[in-house]
Nanobody, 120 residues
Framework: QVQLVESGGGLVQPGGSLRLSCAASGSVFSWNAMGWYRQAPGKQREWVATISSGGTTNYADSVKGRFTISRDNAKNTLYLQMNSLKPEDTAVYYC??????????????WGQGTQVTVSS
């Protein structure tokens, strides 16, 4: 069983920065991709950023240039560095992993989410 635990959320002022962490654990055959999604009140969950097993990153237009996704393979931890935060970034942020299980099946896993509130 794969577990993803987010941390680092909180209240920040507009223009501020925050770094989210996602600690991953569990036995898998491979970690194919990891990423971040977010869901604001009254809105659908939206994709924010993805990093592949090879380190290729992709970002939603709304966060490009402000957010940076990275992964520390040694620590098995995913990060989302968020700079120049805006009120519209307020949401619950979810860590996501697409893996190949030890039984060679594709599976997706989600963390429980961490609240990010950008407000003055």
């Amino acid at each position: 069983q794969v577990q993803l635990v987010e941390s680092g959320g909180g209240l920040v002022q507009p223009g501020g920065s925050l770094r989210l962490s996602c600690a991953a654990s569990g036995s898998v055959f491979s970690w194919n991709a990891m990423g971040w999604y977010r869901q604001a009140p009254g809105k659908q969950r939206e994709w924010v950023a993805t990093i592949s097993s090879g380190g290729t990153t992709n970002y939603a237009d709304s966060v490009k240039g402000r957010f940076t996704i990275s992964r520390d393979n040694a620590k098995n931890t995913l990060y989302l560095q968020m700079n120049s935060l805006k009120p519209e970034d307020t949401a619950v942020y979810y860590c996501y992993a697409a893996v190949t299980t030890t039984l060679l099946r594709s599976a997706d896993y989600w963390g429980q989410g961490t609240q990010v509130t950008v407000s003055s």
